[in-house]
């Protein structure tokens, strides 16, 4: 754990680092716990050291990495997210905006396996997950270039999901809730989620270097939705930093072999603010640097439950600890606000269709309309 882990959040200087392999023994796993409801609570972000995911499929996934964004221009283009009405696909740079400046990064999207629901007369949102693009979770000019990318990315997957639910129980017991509390976020019929009842999101991005007197902006600052984010830093580049409630911007660098995992809106939502999401951003690398690559993957919660009807109750002795970590200064990000007021799945597809609208138009026609009734903008903007 970082040196200042005792400190408060609005001074806390590093991200701490939780080391999974405690959970093994009962007195480690007692020092975990403790670590890990100090972090939820005081910085919403650590690094997960010696996590259950084979680090042969870990470097694996990274090595493919850069070689996707290698691929000829007009391969990516035919898997370009305007095909899918589940958001996957490949997004040009600069197609983003956030905070009103360009975010320099080159992405794909991905999901966990997943068949669709939806039909005629269903909400919209439910529209929002289904499978990838012509085979899951990689088109068919992705397989045939790429040979042994999509079995790599399969299991990779499959391990962090399980890995997300495992660490979501702990969450629900370091904050002393029981793992029934959280049944209506992943409905499965039993006390632990199961693949392929929920889907989950993720990413492969590039940041390219910036050139001189540009931005260094690779993603502005901004939450993540949904329970919790699972990140690889897939290049040794810097540029990830989180903010602290005093407003300052702290580096998280790369550790090879951890993930960063951080808290998403929905679960600091469910969790009267005891759990906080906490504000971070990308720079871009400097002039004449490689890119910098990164692998997030984000854990989503059901579709149809409106989380500000399902806030988790705590013992007064908890949600105390919240008045430990300081006055809440001015932090940057604002997205995700709707949280609480609709059901999860309406409140992705909104920011969905804000950050790209040219799927929106094909897709989602009523709703282009309302957000963008004086037509396709040049790029998209979550907020």
Known sequence: MSQDASSSAGSFSSVPILDWSLLATPSGAAAFKAQLRHTL???????????????????????YTPRVFDLPQDEKEAIRMANSPHFFGYSRLGAELTKGKTDMREQFDFGTPYESHWKPGDPEYLKLWGPSQASHPLSISLQDLLPGFKDVYLRYLAQVEQLSYDFIALVAEVLEVSNEALLPFFPAGTSKPRAGVLQHRSKIVKYPARKEGDSDQGVGPHYDGGFLTFLVQASNHPGLQVQNLAGEWIDAPPIPGT???????????VTQGLARATSHRVLSPPPGSTPRYSIPFFQNVAQ???IGDFVLDFKPEIIKLKETRGTVGVVDSVNYAE?????????????????????AERHY????????????????SAY
């Open 365 to 380: 026609p009523d709703m282009f309309k309302q957000f963008f009734p004086d037509g396709l903008p040049a790029q998209g």
């Open 304 to 306: 149809d439950i409106c």
């Open 41 to 63: 609570i005081n910085v919403g972000f650590l690094y997960l050291s010696n996590p259950p995911v084979a680090r042969a499929d870990m470097d694996a996934l990274i090595a």
């Open 259 to 269: 993930f960063v995992v951080n808290i998403g809106k929905a679960l600091e939502t």
């Open 339 to 359: 949280y609480g007021q609709y059901p999860t799945g309406y409140v992705n597809l909104i920011g969905r269709v804000k950050s790209h609208p040219d799927v």
